[in-house]
């Protein structure tokens, strides 16, 4: 979600010049952007605070930056906070707003309100520098011509995923009249939706076959994506490609919402109470029977559509 913050501050401060620091394997999102040097790590090689105090020295000796800003505030940037602070520099963090949601997400607070979108807590990361930054909200199309439909049904937490039966049957429906290609990772979910692939024609399983950079030329061909909260939604926005997105136990209030995309494509129940009961959906359901999902009908999904 750093991705449309940092390419629109970058169009609107084009004198400015960016060091991005994170996992190597996020390297793909980035690029491209003009003013953006990619940084990438392995955080298995900077462990601990000797890991980090490492990590300092390194990004001393390659770049020459002014400001830190800290876009994460988990433990590991806050001892680079301290080292960079210590060292004379300017360092500026993300407000999570953890109280705002620890309130959202209190099964015994019936009045639950949208929260500031994570995006904008970026942006206020930079302004709060100086920098001037209004972001646009919008999906910017990277492919003219689009065909087909994505379908992402898994998530990291049980309480963002629908029940795969519901999602089969919506692949099966539209693939009457749309290719269909599945998206996922790891050996059971490519064991899934290859079993999908082969009862369901007009399909394709990608899970397993793409790089990160390919897996974004594809989705961004798509005429749309159909997601839980999860990675693929913020990666159909990466590239303008509206979602259909399905949720659980998290709520878009929370400021997850997919950057660009709308509520009104958002799919869940709106009337349980005791929504949302977790930020991440990693919370087990209070109720015990996960309402939240079992109760998201294939019709609602594709009346979406």
């Not at 449309?4 to 060091?19: C, D, H």
């Not at 109280?99 to 209190?106: A, G, R, V």
């Not at 099964?107 to 001037?132: C, D, H, S």
Request: glycine share 8%; aromatic share 10%.
């Amino acid at each position: 979600m750093t991705v449309p913050v940092l390419t629109e501050f970058l169009e609107q401060n084009p004198s400015v010049e960016i060091i991005m620091v994170s996992r190597n394997s996020f390297k793909d999102l980035f690029a491209g952007i003009p003013n953006l040097l990619f940084k990438g790590i392995e955080i298995d090689d900077y462990k601990g605070f000797m890991g980090m105090h490492k990590l300092s020295e390194e990004l001393l000796y390659e770049f020459n930056f002014q400001y830190v800003a800290d876009l994460h505030d988990v433990i590991r940037t806050k001892i680079l906070d301290r080292i960079f602070s210590r060292k004379g520099f300017r360092v500026f963090k993300i407000n999570k707003g953890k109280d705002e949601k620890e309130k959202l997400t209190d099964i015994w607070n019936l009045n639950k309100k949208q929260l500031k979108p994570t995006t904008e807590r970026y942006a206020e990361v930079f302004r709060e520098m100086g920098f001037a930054l209004e972001l646009s909200h919008q999906l910017r199309p990277t492919v003219g011509s689009k065909s087909g439909i994505g379908i992402a049904p898994f998530a990291q937490h049980k309480g963002k995923m629908l029940p795969l039966e519901k999602m089969v049957e919506v692949a099966r429906i539209l693939s009457k009249h749309h290719k269909i290609y599945f998206f996922g990772g790891g050996k059971s979910e490519i064991d899934i939706l290859n079993h999908w692939k082969s009862q369901i024609p007009n399909s394709e399983n990608l899970a397993g076959t793409l790089r990160l950079h390919q897996e974004l030329e594809k989705i961004a061909s798509l005429k749309l994506m159909i997601s839980m909260d999860s990675a693929n939604m913020h990666l159909a926005s990466l590239v303008g490609t509206r979602c259909v997105s399905i949720w659980g136990s998290t709520h878009p209030f929370a400021g997850f919402l997919g950057y660009g995309q709308s509520i009104e494509d958002a799919v869940q129940i709106k009337d349980l109470t005791c929504r949302p009961c977790s930020v991440f959906g990693d919370k087990v359901c209070y109720r015990g029977d996960w309402a939240c999902l079992e109760e998201v009908s294939v019709q609602q999904i594709l009346d979406k559509i």
